[in-house]
C-alpha cells in the first residue's frame, strides 16, 4: 500500500462515523477540529454537527426518493413509456435474474458496457408491459429510468443502508443532475434527495467508496445540466446547488475532496455570483456560500499545517508538482448559468427539441465519468494546489484594468478574499505559492481600488487590505509602507487648524501642519519636473494623496482605525519604518494624521464620524502603551534600542543632508562628510546618492552632468552592471535613476561617460566601439523622446526604417544588425524610459510596482514587536500631538464621554511619561490639565467678597468665594483638577516647567483659603507667626442661626445689610458650590503632594524652587500676580486698616506663600542651602530692592527670610552681608519704619553671636543706614541712639575706621532730626502740619532736640580720636585727611543749616574751631583744601537756598553773615600755603563768585555791609602779601589781577576804585571771548538766585 493510500486510510478512519444506540451514524465535527467523545454526555450544542437521526427506514426513505424523481420523470413526455422497473424495483434487464452481481453496479464498466451500444437507440419511444415495438424487439429503458431500476433492485436485498455501495446509491440521482434533458423540478427532487441522504447520514466515511462517491458528486453537481423553463425554478436548482457544495466541503467528506473538485466546486460558485442576469438575491447568496466555503477551504490549510508540522517546506514542494491540472476559468461574463469544462463557456443551454441527442450525450458523459472514477483511481485529498488556484482567481477578479471584470463582481470577489486572510492569513504569509500571489499581484490591486470613487469598491479594498496588513504584514513591508502613506496623503486636512476665541493657539502647537515626508508648497515649484502632471491623473494611479469625498475618508480612518486597536501595530511601524533611515516616518506622521483629524473642524471635509474615530483610535494607542508598562520586557530577537536610536539619529541626518543636496548639492555632500554619513571617497557617495530615494532626480542629474564632478559620475556609473544588456537595457537602467538634464553639454557629458563604461563592461560583440556606443545612445534617447511625447501627437513618429537610417554606418563604418536595432526599437516603442514620479501613465505604476518588488528582498522581513522595550523612545517621538489634540479636544468638546475619554487620556499619558522619565511631555500634560481646572491664570481671583460661613456646631466652616463658587459649578474642571494633582502626586521627581502651573493653582486656593500652607511646622523654625491672609468681608454662622425664616427675619436681615453697606449674604447654591470645591480640593490629597516634595532629592527641588520664584517679579514693570481688591471694599487688616488705598500696595499674601515655601525648602539641610539658596536668596533681594512696589508684611517676611539664609549660607558667600544691609538701607523711610520690627530681629540674629558675620555686619556702611533710618522712627529711635552713644563714646570703641563715618553720619541724623525744636524756637510762625499735636508730643520734641544736641557733641568729640585713627589706619596723609576730617566737617556743615538755632549755633561753632585748628593743616594741599569745596562752600549754598532760609530767617541772616566771614577768615588762614597750589586762582574765583551769590541773595543790609567789609580785608591782605598787584609791579600775577577785577566790578564796581590799588590795564580783545560765557553763566546764575529769593 501506498504512503497516499495510508493516509487516506487514516483518514477516512478518522472521519469515519461511529454509531449510537440506534445505529445512526456520528461524524467528526467540523467546528474547531475537535472530536465529539460519544463516552461523555453530548450538549444540545454539540448535535449541531451530527447527522440527523431519521425516525423511519432508511431503505424506504431512499426509495421513497427514487419514486418521487422517477415518478416526476413519467410525468414528463420524454419519459411516459419508461419501464416500470423504477417503480416495482424489478431488474429492467429479462436475461439477469437473481441478485445482481457487483459488476452490473452503476460506475463499473461491466455496467457501463450493458447500455453503451444499445444506449444509442431512440430513448424517447414508449416501452409498454410485454409489448414489442413495431421492429419486433423489447425497446430497452431510458438510462436514466434504468438507473433508478437497478437502484432499486439493489436496495431489495440491503438491510443496513450505511454499508450500501455509496456510488451505488448516488449514480441515478447524478445521472439525472447531469442530463440536460430533465427539467428544473426534477433537477431539484435529485439535488433534495441527495442533500437529505447527506444530512442523515446515508453516505457517510463509514460508507463503502465514500471518497469516490464525494468525487462523483462534485463533478456532477458542477457539471448540472437541464431545460430552461421557468426562472425562478432555474434559480432553485442553483440554490440547491450551492447549499449541497456547502454541504459537501462543511460535512465528514469534505476533506476527502481532490483539488479537481475543490476548484470545480469554487468555480461554479464563483459562476453563479458573476452571472448578471441572476437576481440580486440569488447572487448575494451564492455569494454567501462563497464566504462559506472559502472559510472551511483556508480553514483546512491550518489542519494541513499541523498534520505537515514542522516540514512545512516539504508541503510547498509537494504542491508545486500538483498544480497540473487545477485550473479555475470561471464564467464571469457568459451566458450559461453553469459552466462546464466539457463544453465551451458560451454554449447555449439545451432545450427539450433536442431530447434524444441531449440524453444520448449526456449518458454518453456519465459513462465517461464512471469510466474515469473507476476504484483504481486514486482520489488525494485537496490541499495548497486549489487553495493557491482559487486565491489566484479571487485576485486576478480585482484587476481594476481588466474591462470584462465589474465592480460589482470585484466587490464579491473582495470579500471572499477577506474571508480567506480573516481565517489563515498568517498561513497565506507562510507558504510561499499563496504569499507570492498576496505580495505582488493582491497589493497591487488593492493599492489600485483604494483610489476608487466607488464607494463599495472603496470600503471592500480598505477593509481587505487591512485584513491582509493585520495577517500578513511580517511579507509586506514596503506595500505597508506605500498603502500608509497614501492614507495619509489623502486623510491628512489640507488647511491649517482653525483659531477659536476660548482655546490658546499654544495648546495645540504640537499638532503637525502635514506628514514629515511632504515638504510645504512653496518648495514645490522646485521639484525638476520638465512637464507638471495633473494631480487628479497621479491620484488615480495611485501616486499621489489628494482630495477625497467625505465618505472615502471616512472609509479610510475606519480602516486606520482598525489597524491602530492593534496594540503591536504603531511600535512595529516605529521600529520598521521610522528607525529605519531608508523608510518614511510612518508612526509619527500616523499619529499626526489621527491627532490633527481627531479635532472636530475635519468633519467638514469628512462626516461628523471621522474626529471621533480618529480620536478613539488615538487613545487606544495611548492605552496600548499603558497597558504594557508593567509587562516583562521581551528583548530576545528584536532590534536593540540604542541601535535603532543611532539610527534614527542618522536618519535626521540623512533626510537633511538630502534637502542641503536638492537645494546646493556641493554644501549637501560637505554636510554629510561632516556627519560621518558619507566618507572623502567618490564611491561613498555616488552610492550615497543612488541608493537615497530623498534625493531629488532632477538635481541628481544635473550634479552628475557639471564638469569638475566626473569623479562622481564615474564612481556613479561604477554601481551599475552593463554585462550581458542591449544598450537601450542599459540606458534604460541608468535613466531610471536620475532625470537628464535639459542642456546639450550636459547629456553628452553623461553619454559619454556611459558608453566609455558600457564598452568597457557589457561583454558585447554587437557594438564594435565606443563611438557606436555613444550613437546609439543618444539615437534611444531621441527615440524616446520621439514615440512618447505628448507635445507630437497627430504628428508623424519615427519608425523602424527611420531609425536604422539614422544608424547607418556608425558601427565601426558597418551598420547595426537588423534584428538588433528592431528589438531596440520595439523595446523603446512599447516600454518608454521614464522616472515614474514624473508620468501619469500606467507603465509608470507598474514599473514603480517593481520596483518596490525588487526592494523588497533588500529591506529585509518585518519585524514584529510586541515588547514594551521601544516605547519610551516611540511615545517620546509622538506624545506632542497626542497631548496637543486631548487639549483641544477637551476645550472644544460639549459631551461628557469625550472629557472622559480625554481625561483618561491625559492620565494614561502622564502614567508614560512618568515611568519612561519624559520630563517634557509630563510637563506639557500638567500645562494642559491646568489650563482646563479654570485655575491657572496669571491673576489671582478677586477676595474682597469672600465670605466665611460656618456650616455645623462642632466649628466647620468654608470660605465661599468666587473661586470656590465657580469652581464648584464646574464639574469639568473639578474633573480636571483632580487628575491634575493625581498626575502630580508619585510625579514629582520628574516635573520640570510643569511646576509654574500648579503653583499658579497653589497660590488661588491658598489665598482662598481652600488648602493652608502645610509648612506650618517647618515654617515654626522661623519663628515668625503664619502668612495672614486678607480678613473675610464677614462671618456668617449659619449652624447657630434659629429657626426662624420667616418673611419679616429675611427682611430685617436684607434692609441690616443694605444699611450696613455689606454685601449679600451668600446663596444656598453657593455655599453648596464652595463645599463642593472644598471636597474636590480635599481629594485632591494635596498633603501628599507636599510631603513628598519636603522629600525630594536637592537637584529634584531646583525646579520647583525655580518655578517658585519664576511668579515674582522681575523688575518694577513686571506683571505680578496679585489680588485686586476694590478700593471701596477693601476687607480691613491690621496691616492695611488706615492706608490710603489709592496709593498704598496691595497686600499679596500668594508672594509671602512663594517666598516662605522657598525659604524652607532651601533651609531643610546643608545640601539644599547649597544647591538652593543662591537661587532663593535672590529673589528675596530682588524683593527688598522693589520694596516700594510691595506690602510692608511682605517686606519685612522677606528681609527676616533673607537674614535666615545669610546666617545658614555664609560660607558659600552667595548671599552678600553688604548688599542685603544695602538693600534694606535703601528702603523707604515709612517702609523701613514699618518693618523694623522684623528687620531688627534678622540682624539680631545675624549678630547675636560674634564671628565673621558680625564683624561685617557692624562694619557695613549700610548697617549704620539702617540705623539712621531706623532712628526716625519714634518707636525704634531711643534704642538706636542708646547703642550709637555706647559705640561712641565706650571704652574701647567699637567705632573704628571701617564704621567711622557711618557713625558720625547716623550721629548727624540724629543732630538733624532736632530741628522740631525750631517750631518752638520761632514763635508765631504757622505749624506745617495740619492739626494740632497732642500735648504729650512736646516731651516727644524736647528728647528730640535734646538727642540732637548731644549727637553734635558727640561729632565735635570724634575729632580728638582722628589722630588715633588716622595712624591705626595706616593709610596716606592725604587720603586719611579726607577719611576722618572730612565727615565730621559734613556733618558740623550740615547741622550749620539746621532749623533749631542751638543745634545750629553749636555746629557752626564746632565747625569754625575744626577749621581754624592747626592740626587740620598738613604738607599735601590736595586734600585740606577740599574744606572750600566740600565745605565751606556747599554750606554757604545751602544757606542760599530759599528752602533753608525761611525755615529761621533772623537765624539763618545771621548764619549767612557768619558764614561769610569764616569763608573769609578760612582763605587768609591758608593763604600762605593756597599761594603754592595751582589751583589758588580758580578757588579764589570761586570765592568772589559765593560772595557775589551772597551780596545779591536779596537778604537785606546786613550781607551787603559784611560781604564788601570781608571782600576788603582779603583784597588788602592779599594786596599787601604780593599776591594781587597790578600787572606793571609783578606780570606773573596779571591773570589773578585781571580776573580779579572782572569778576569783582560786576556786583561792586566802586570798590576797585575805592581801593585804589592801581589803575587797572583794560583787558585785552582777543580774551574777553574766554571770560565773556563765564561772565554770563554767572550772571544768569545770580539772577536765578535773586528770582528764587523773591519768590520765597
Known amino acids: 500500500m501506498s504512503r497516499d493510500e495510508q493516509r487516506n486510510n487514516t483518514m477516512e478512519s478518522e472521519l469515519a462515523p461511529e454509531s449510537n444506540h440506534s445505529g445512526l451514524p456520528l461524524h467528526k465535527s467540523m467546528v474547531g477540529n475537535t472530536v465529539l467523545n460519544p463516552n461523555t454526555q453530548v450538549h444540545n450544542t454539540e448535535y449541531r454537527s451530527r447527522p440527523v437521526t431519521v425516525a423511519v427506514d432508511p431503505v424506504s426513505l431512499v426509495i421513497s426518493e427514487c419514486i418521487s424523481v422517477t415518478s416526476a420523470m413519467r410525468k414528463h413526455a420524454r419519459w411516459a413509456g419508461s419501464s416500470v422497473s423504477s417503480i416495482l424495483g424489478g431488474n429492467p434487464n429479462p436475461i439477469q435474474l437473481g441478485p445482481p452481481s457487483p459488476l452490473l453496479r452503476p460506475g463499473s464498466k461491466s455496467s457501463t458496457a450493458s447500455f453503451g451500444a444499445d444506449g ?240 444520448r450525450d449526456a449518458d ?68 510561499p505559492a499563496l504569499a507570492v500571489v498576496a505580495e505582488d499581484r493582491l497589493c497591487r490591486h488593492l493599492f489600485q481600488l483604494v483610489r476608487s470613487d466607488n464607494m463599495a ?184 534600542r540604542e541601535v535603532l536610536r543611532e539610527e534614527r539619529h542618522r536618519k535626521k541626518i540623512i533626510i537633511k543632508g538630502a534637502n542641503k543636496f536638492n537645494e546646493k548639492p556641493k554644501e549637501g555632500l560637505g554636510y554629510l562628510k561632516e556627519q560621518g554619513i558619507i566618507s572623502d571617497d567618490p564611491a561613498s557617495a555616488a552610492k550615497f546618492l543612488r541608493s537615497t530615494s530623498r534625493i531629488s532626480k532632477a538635481v541628481l542629474g544635473e550634479f552628475l552632468s557639471k564638469r569638475g564632478n566626473d569623479e562622481y559620475l564615474e564612481a556613479f556609473l561604477d554601481l551599475f552592471d552593463f554585462s550581458g544588456k542591449r544598450v537601450d537595457e542599459a540606458v534604460r537602467l541608468l535613466l531610471e535613476s536620475f532625470r537628464l538634464p535639459g542642456e546639450s553639454p550636459l547629456i553628452e557629458r553623461i553619454v559619454t561617460a556611459f558608453a566609455k563604461k558600457y564598452f568597457a563592461s557589457s561583454g558585447s560583440d554587437v557594438v564594435a566601439s565606443e563611438d557606436a556606443v555613444f550613437v546609439l545612445t543618444y539615437a534611444i534617447i ?93 511615545f517620546a517621538t509622538t506624545w506632542k500631538p497626542i497631548v496637543s489634540t486631548l487639549s483641544y479636544v477637551f476645550m472644544s468638546a460639549t459631551d461628557d464621554a469625550v472629557f472622559s475619554r480625554v481625561v483618561t487620556g491625559f492620565d494614561q499619558c502622564a502614567q508614560i511619561a512618568s515611568r519612561y522619565g519624559i520630563t517634557e511631555a509630563l510637563d506639557r500634560i500638567i500645562q494642559n490639565l491646568s489650563h482646563m481646572t479654570t485655575l491657572d491664570t496669571d491673576d489671582l481671583s478677586d477676595t474682597a467678597l469672600n465670605t466665611e460661613v460656618k456650616v455645623s456646631d462642632d466649628g466647620d466652616s468654608v470660605m465661599v468665594s468666587e473661586l470656590a463658587v465657580k469652581l464648584g459649578r464646574d464639574f469639568k474642571a473639578q474633573l480636571a483638577t483632580l487628575v491634575l494633582f493625581r498626575v502630580v502626586k508619585g510625579s514629582e521627581q520628574v516635573i520640570r516647567d510643569g511646576w509654574r502651573h500648579i503653583i499658579r493653582i497653589w497660590l488661588k486656593l491658598f489665598v482662598n483659603s481652600l488648602i493652608p500652607s502645610f509648612f506650618n511646622s517647618d515654617s515654626a523654625k522661623l519663628k515668625l507667626p503664619k502668612i495672614p491672609l486678607h480678613t473675610p468681608s464677614q462671618v456668617i454662622d449659619r449652624a447657630a442661626k434659629t429657626a426662624d425664616t420667616g418673611l419679616f427675619s429675611a427682611l430685617s436681615s436684607y434692609i441690616s445689610s443694605y444699611a450696613a453697606d455689606d454685601p449679600p449674604e451668600p446663596s444656598t447654591e453657593e455655599v453648596e458650590s464652595s463645599l463642593s470645591t472644598a471636597d474636590c480640593i480635599k481629594a485632591c490629597d494635596l498633603e501628599s503632594v507636599f510631603a513628598n516634595i519636603s522629600a525630594l532629592p536637592a537637584d529634584s527641588l531646583a525646579p520647583l524652587i525655580e518655578a517658585l520664584l519664576n511668579e515674582l517679579p522681575d523688575d518694577e514693570s513686571s506683571a505680578v500676580p496679585v489680588i485686586t481688591v476694590k478700593t471701596d471694599s477693601l476687607p480691613s487688616s491690621p496691616a492695611s486698616a ?162 567711622y563715618e557711618a557713625a558720625i553720619s547716623l550721629l548727624n541724623e540724629y543732630a538733624t532730626a532736632a530741628k522740631v525744636g525750631a517750631v518752638v524756637e520761632q514763635k508765631g510762625e504757622r505749624r506745617r502740619g495740619h492739626t494740632r499735636p497732642p500735648k504729650k508730643e512736646a516731651s516727644s520734641d524736647n528728647a528730640v532736640v535734646s538727642r540732637g544736641v548731644k549727637a553734635v557733641n558727640l561729632i565735635s568729640s570724634m575729632t580728638a580720636r582722628i589722630p588715633h585713627l588716622m595712624k591705626q589706619s595706616h593709610l596716606e596723609n592725604s587720603e586719611a585727611w579726607s577719611a576722618y576730617w572730612l565727615p565730621i566737617f559734613q556733618a558740623l556743615t550740615t547741622q550749620c ?86 589751583g589758588m586762582l580758580d ?14 541773595s536779596g537778604q537785606g543790609d546786613s550781607l551787603e555791609e559784611a560781604v564788601p567789609e570781608n571782600l576788603k580785608n582779603v583784597l588788602l591782605f592779599m594786596s599787601s602779601s604780593g599776591y594781587l598787584v597790578p600787572p606793571a609791579k609783578d606780570p606773573s600775577q596779571e591773570k589773578l589781577w585781571v580776573e580779579t577785577w572782572k569778576r569783582i566790578d560786576r556786583f561792586l564796581p566802586d570798590l576797585r576804585a575805592e581801593l585804589a590799588l592801581e589803575e587797572p590795564e583794560p583787558e585785552p580783545r582777543e580774551r574777553q571771548p574766554q571770560v565773556e560765557q563765564p561772565a554770563e553763566e554767572q550772571t544768569e546764575e545770580k539772577s536765578n538766585n535773586q528770582e528764587q529769593v523773591a519768590a520765597t
Not at 504594557?628 to 532590534?639: E, F, S
Not at 517666598?1155 to 530682588?1182: I, P, S
Not at 531711643?1278 to 552713644?1285: A, G, K
Not at 578757588?1483 to 551780596?1495: A, G, Q, S
Open 120 to 359: 444509442a437507440q431512440d430513448f424517447g419511444v414508449a416501452n409498454r408491459w410485454g409489448l414489442r415495438g413495431k421492429r419486433g424487439k423489447s425497446f430497452q429503458d431510458n438510462p436514466l429510468m434504468a438507473g433508478f431500476g437497478r437502484l432499486r433492485h439493489e436496495l431489495s436485498s440491503c438491510k443496513d443502508i450505511h454499508k450500501f455501495d455509496a456510488p451505488a446509491l448516488l449514480n441515478p440521482f447524478l445521472q439525472v443532475i447531469q442530463a440536460s434533458s430533465t427539467s428544473a423540478p426534477i433537477t431539484i427532487l435529485a439535488l433534495k434527495a441527495i442533500r437529505k441522504f447527506l444530512s442523515y447520514g446515508f453516505i457517510n466515511p463509514g460508507s463503502p467508496r465514500f471518497p469516490l462517491a464525494m468525487q462523483s458528486l462534485s463533478t456532477a453537481i458542477t457539471h448540472c445540466r437541464f431545460e430552461a423553463s421557468d426562472s425562478a425554478q432555474d434559480e432553485v436548482v442553483l440554490l440547491m446547488i450551492l447549499h449541497l457544495m456547502e454541504d459537501m466541503l462543511s460535512g465528514p467528506g469534505g476533506a476527502l475532496l481532490s483539488d479537481e473538485s475543490v476548484c470545480e466546486m469554487m468555480e461554479t460558485g464563483l459562476t453563479m455570483c458573476c452571472q448578471s442576469r441572476l437576481s440580486e438575491l440569488l447572487r448575494r447568496t451564492a455569494e454567501a456560500a462563497m464566504v462559506r466555503m472559502c472559510q472551511i477551504i483556508f480553514e483546512h490549510l491550518k489542519y494541513l499545517e499541523v498534520e505537515a508540522g514542522d516540514d512545512l517546506d516539504a508541503l510547498d514542494n509537494q504542491t508545486n508538482g500538483d498544480m497540473e491540472g487545477v485550473k479555475m476559468v470561471p464564467s464571469t461574463n457568459g451566458n450559461d448559468v453553469i459552466a462546464s469544462s466539457d463544453a465551451p463557456t458560451n454554449e447555449p443551454r439545451e432545450s427539450s427539441s433536442g431530447s434524444e441527442n441531449s440524453g
Open 457 to 640: 469598491i472603496l470600503q471592500e479594498s480598505l477593509i481587505v487590505a487591512g485584513t491582509l496588513l493585520e495577517t500578513c504584514r511580517g511579507v509586506l513591508k514596503l506595500q505597508q509602507e506605500l498603502f500608509l502613506s497614501y492614507l495619509i496623503a489623502c486623510l491628512h486636512p489640507p488647511v491649517e487648524i482653525p483659531r477659536e476665541p476660548n482655546i490658546d493657539p499654544s495648546l495645540y502647537d504640537g499638532i503637525p501642519q502635514r506628514p514629515s515626508g511632504v515638504k510645504p508648497p512653496p518648495s514645490q515649484a522646485g521639484s525638476g519636473r520638465s512637464t507638471p502632471v495633473p494631480v487628479k491623473d497621479r491620484q488615480k494611479l495611485g501616486m499621489e494623496g489628494g482630495a477625497r469625498k467625505p465618505d472615502a475618508r471616512q472609509a479610510m480612518v475606519e480602516s486606520v482605525g482598525a489597524l491602530t486597536r492593534m496594540p503591536s501595530f504603531l511600535v512595529e511601524l516605529f521600529v520598521n519604518y521610522d528607525s529605519d533611515a531608508n523608510r518614511g516616518n510612518l508612526c509619527e506622521d500616523m499619529i499626526g494624521l489621527l491627532s490633527r483629524s481627531a479635532l472636530p473642524d475635519s468633519a467638514t471635509w469628512s462626516t461628523t464620524s471621522v474626529p471621533p474615530l480618529c480620536l478613539d483610535a488615538l487613545l487606544g494607542y495611548v492605552q496600548s502603551i499603558a497597558d504594557r508598562l508593567d509587562n516583562q520586557p521581551v528583548t530576545d530577537g528584536l532590534p536593540d
Open 1483 to 1496: 578757588l579764589w574765583l570761586k570765592i568772589i563768585d559765593i560772595m557775589d551769590r551772597l551780596m545779591n
Open 1393 to 1478: 543749616t539746621n532749623p533749631c538755632r542751638e543745634v545750629r549755633s553749636l555746629a557752626f561753632s564746632s565747625l569754625q574751631r575744626s577749621l581754624l585748628s592747626p592740626e587740620l593743616t598738613c604738607s599735601d594741599h590736595e586734600e585740606w583744601t577740599a574744606i572750600f569745596g566740600e565745605v565751606l562752600f556747599p554750606l554757604i549754598l545751602r544757606l542760599l537756598k530759599p528752602e533753608v532760609y525761611s525755615t529761621d530767617r533772623d537765624g539763618m541772616s545771621e548764619t549767612r553773615v557768619q558764614a561769610a566771614s569764616l569763608l573769609c577768615k578760612t582763605f587768609l588762614q591758608y593763604l600762605v600755603l593756597l599761594s603754592k597750589w595751582d
Open 782 to 874: 531621441m527615440l524616446n523622446v520621439d514615440q512618447h511625447s505628448p507635445k507630437l501627437k497627430g504628428k508623424k513618429r519615427m519608425e523602424l526604417v527611420d531609425f536604422a537610417r539614422n544608424l547607418r554606418g556608425v558601427n565601426a563604418s558597418k551598420d547595426f544588425p537588423p534584428e538588433f536595432l528592431e528589438s531596440t526599437f520595439e523595446a523603446i516603442k512599447n516600454n518608454e524610459i521614464i522616472l515614474p514620479d514624473e508620468h501619469d501613465n500606467q507603465h509608470a505604476f507598474d514599473y514603480a510596482w517593481r520596483e518596490l518588488l525588487l526592494k523588497t528582498e533588500s529591506a529585509g522581513p518585518l519585524v514584529l514587536c510586541d515588547t514594551n522595550i521601544y516605547d519610551a523612545d516611540m
Open 1138 to 1299: 488706615s492706608k490710603s488705598t489709592t496709593e498704598k500696595p496691595k497686600y499679596d499674601p500668594a508672594i509671602v506663600y512663594i517666598l516662605e515655601f522657598a525659604t524652607v525648602l532651601a533651609l531643610r539641610d546643608n545640601e539644599t542651602v547649597g544647591l538652593l539658596g543662591k537661587a532663593v536668596a535672590e529673589a528675596l533681594q530682588m524683593i527688598l530692592r522693589d520694596s516700594p512696589q510691595h506690602h510692608p508684611i511682605l517686606v519685612s517676611r522677606a528681609a527676616f527670610y533673607q537674614f535666615s539664609i545669610l546666617k545658614a549660607s555664609y560660607d558659600h558667600d552667595f548671599v552678600r552681608a553688604p548688599v542685603l544691609l544695602h538693600a534694606i538701607s535703601s528702603f523707604p523711610k515709612e517702609m523701613l519704619a514699618k518693618t523694623s520690627q522684623l528687620v531688627l530681629k534678622g540682624l539680631k540674629l545675624c549678630i547675636e553671636q560674634p564671628g565673621p558675620l558680625r564683624s561685617e555686619i557692624m562694619t557695613s556702611p549700610d548697617f549704620w543706614v539702617i540705623l539712621r533710618t531706623l532712628a526716625g522712627n519714634p518707636n525704634a529711635s531711643p534704642t538706636v541712639f542708646e547703642i550709637l552713644e555706647g559705640g561712641v563714646s565706650g571704652t574701647p570703641s567699637p567705632i573704628i575706621a571701617d564704621n
Open 364 to 431: 454518453e458523459k456519465s459513462a465517461r465519468a464512471s469510466e474515469e472514477s473507476d476504484d483504481s483511481v486514486e482520489i488525494k485529498p485537496y490541499s495548497l494546489p486549489s487553495m493557491k488556484e482559487l486565491f489566484r482567481v479571487l485576485v486576478d477578479l480585482l484587476d481594476p484594468h481588466d474591462k470584462q471584470q465589474g465592480d460589482t463582481m470585484r466587490v464579491m470577489a473582495l470579500r471572499i478574499i477577506h474571508v480567506a486572510l480573516e481565517v489563515a492569513g498568517p498561513s497565506i504569509a507562510r507558504h
